[in-house]
């Protein structure tokens, strides 16, 4: 499934819901409702969910994001001490903001379903294979090269390396997106696909501004 085509059934998807919320009124025999069913105890609701099945590719693509974004806060946070111009120091703040709180959301989650759950600051994804630990390594994350580089560099060329880099590191969570919504029951879960959903469109926005950024303060650049 192309982007173009998820992004249209995504939308379908939203229009078909939000009819069937807003649509006619009801019959005249409506199904009746437990009391239970009508106030559920706030266990009772949690209990529910948990025996909701979720599937592999949710829980990977929830434990695989948590590092993922927290690499994008990690260098993110470098803006005030590298020098970075207003707009990008802006960006910066942002980007921090929104994924700290999509990491917290993200391993409550995990947490919930009684999953592994990575560090909050752990920029780095493992699985067990064979009784040992293997790194993953997931799209787009800088390597630590690119890290150096980039923790190196002041004020305009901190501007253009991290516009480079951040566009490379968003671009791999759409891949991430993608991955989880071809996936054989991927995105089931109402809060996978609402944050997925979250992601491919914020980072998407971001990306086409990081272009324009680039191309207005270094045209001729070696950027994306």
């Known amino acids: 499934m192309t982007r173009s085509v998820w992004r249209a059934s995504v939308i379908a998807a939203v229009v078909v ?20 069913a009508a106030a559920p105890s706030s266990s009772g609701a949690q209990a529910n969910r948990n025996r909701r099945p979720v599937g592999a590719a949710d829980v990977r693509f929830m434990t695989s994001m948590i590092p993922h974004h927290a690499q994008a806060v990690l260098f993110s946070g470098w803006a005030a001490s590298h020098g970075a111009g207003r707009a990008v120091r802006v960006l910066c703040e942002r980007i921090v903001v929104a994924q700290t709180d999509e990491i917290a959301t993200m391993r409550t989650w995990l947490e919930d379903l009684g999953e592994p759950v990575p560090a909050a600051d752990a920029t780095h994804a493992g699985m067990m294979m064979d009784g040992m630990r293997h790194e993953m390594t997931m799209p787009g994350m800088l390597t630590d090269e690119q890290l150096a580089e980039l923790d190196a560099a002041r004020d305009f060329e901190f501007d253009r390396l991290f516009l480079t880099f951040m566009i490379q590191h968003h671009e791999g969570a759409l891949t991430m ?9 991927g995105a089931q879960d109402d809060m996978v696909f609402k944050l997925a959903s979250d992601i491919y469109a914020d980072q998407s926005t971001e990306i086409e501004r990081m272009r324009s950024m680039l191309d207005a303060r270094f045209p001729g650049g070696d950027g994306p």
Do not use: K, R
Not at 177 to 185: E, K, M, N, Q, R
């Open 17 to 36: 819901t939000a009819g069937a919320a807003c649509g006619g009124t009801a019959g005249p025999n409506p199904p009746a409702v437990s009391p239970q």
């Open 177 to 185: 997106v993608d991955d989880l919504f071809t996936s054989y029951g």
